[in-house]
């Protein structure tokens, strides 16, 4: 339980990567940490993802759910309080204190962690809201079984589109890739995969510009040719965007010095932030890299950062 009469040494606000991974440092330091996981997806985006070949450590791969699972578990063992709770704000308070604002009350803490992740981006064409759920999706992983033999379509050319591509050829025959250039912004052995999937049609030069449906689900995808400005429709049942994220720093108001994109601004190649006392780590400070390892490393320095300060 949240005890709002006491002082914490650390509120950590986010449950990716970088949150278990400053909350395991702390708590490891004996800074008995706060972590507020969030109500929405505790364990952030890695938890939609299916399977994670990077993360040092699994040679084999390990599936992104079970990579949170063990931080979490990692965390607990730890002494790291979690609560799944979300921060609507971060104020000063008296003496140096930090308030986070939830719904429950002001939390008060010496130092603040946040390490909030970032959430999907949208394409924002007509159709998209409308049919959310019913066909339209960001979840490949949560959502792919429910179109087994269907036609989907996948839009992006990053790491993300091309995985997930590759995964719900599982479901389907037919997966149409979408992508609005000619050249993938995906690197590495993704690209060939998925140009020799025999289950992947590669769709190149190719801007979405409206979600087609029947008024109760998807039924296609206007699509308009980037050189020659044609459009046509191609027919899908579901269709998942995966065209990147947005930083979620929006609760903080004007608190932290942003980026223009909203990323938090770090001084140097710290953690620290444009507040004394508030740190931040992983994917909503982080425009270039992004990687749950960079997410878990930034949590890592956070943790140092904080710990520095709590001890000064
Ligand atoms: P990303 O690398 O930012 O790629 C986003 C893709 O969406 C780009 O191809 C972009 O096109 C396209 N796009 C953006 N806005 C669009 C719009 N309005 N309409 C159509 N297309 C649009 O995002 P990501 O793939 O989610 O990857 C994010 C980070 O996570 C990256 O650092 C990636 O390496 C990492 N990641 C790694 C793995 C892995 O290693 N297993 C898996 C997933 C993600 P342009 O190319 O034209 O800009």
């Known amino acids: ?15 990716g990567p970088a ?15 706060l972590l507020l996981t969030g109500s929405l997806l505790p364990g952030g985006e890695l938890t ?14 390990i599936q992104g759910p079970d990579l949170m699972e063990n931080m979490k578990a990692q965390a607990e063992k730890f002494d790291v309080q979690l609560e799944s709770e979300d921060a609507e704000g971060i104020e ?26 970032s959430t999907h981006r949208k394409l924002d064409i007509p159709g998209e809201k409308e049919y959310a759920g019913l066909g339209v999706s960001y979840c490949a992983t949560c959502d792919g079984f429910f179109f087994r033999n269907k036609k989907i379509a996948v839009i992006g050319g990053g790491d993300s589109a091309l995985t997930d591509a590759l995964f719900l050829t599982r479901f389907s025959d037919c997966v149409y890739l979408i992508h609005r250039r000619d050249t993938f912004r995906s690197r590495g052995v993704l690209p060939q995969r998925v140009q020799e999937c025999p289950k992947i049609k590669i769709e190149y030069n190719s801007l979405p510009v409206e979600v087609l449906g029947d008024g109760e689900k ?11 400005g044609n459009e046509r429709e191609l ?28 990323y938090i601004l770090t001084k140097d190649s710290s953690s620290l932030t444009s507040k004394p006392a508030v740190f931040a780590a992983g994917d909503c400070a982080d425009p270039v890299y992004r990687q749950a390892v960079t997410a878990a490393g930034s949590g890592c320095k956070a943790a140092i950062d904080a710990q520095r300060y709590l001890l000064n």
Not at 96 to 106: A, S
Not at 218 to 228: A, M
């Open 1 to 15: 339980m949240i005890d709002t009469s006491k002082v914490y040494n650390s509120v950590i606000i986010g449950s």
């Open 19 to 33: 949150g278990y991974t400053a909350g395991i440092y702390l708590g490891r330091a004996g800074f008995k940490p």
């Open 48 to 61: 939609e993802t299916t399977l994670v070949e990077n993360y040092p450590g699994f040679p084999e791969g």
């Open 92 to 117: 000063d308070g008296e003496n140096g204190c930090k308030i986070v604002k939830t719904h429950l009350g002001n939390i008060m803490a010496k130092t603040v962690v946040v390490a909030t992740g």
């Open 218 to 228: 998807v039924t296609g995808i206007k699509l308009k040719d980037k050189e020659s």
């Open 235 to 262: 027919q899908v049942d579901a269709i998942f965007v995966d065209i990147g994220s947005v930083p979620q720093t929006g609760f903080l108001g004007n608190y932290l010095e942003l980026d223009p994109a909203g």
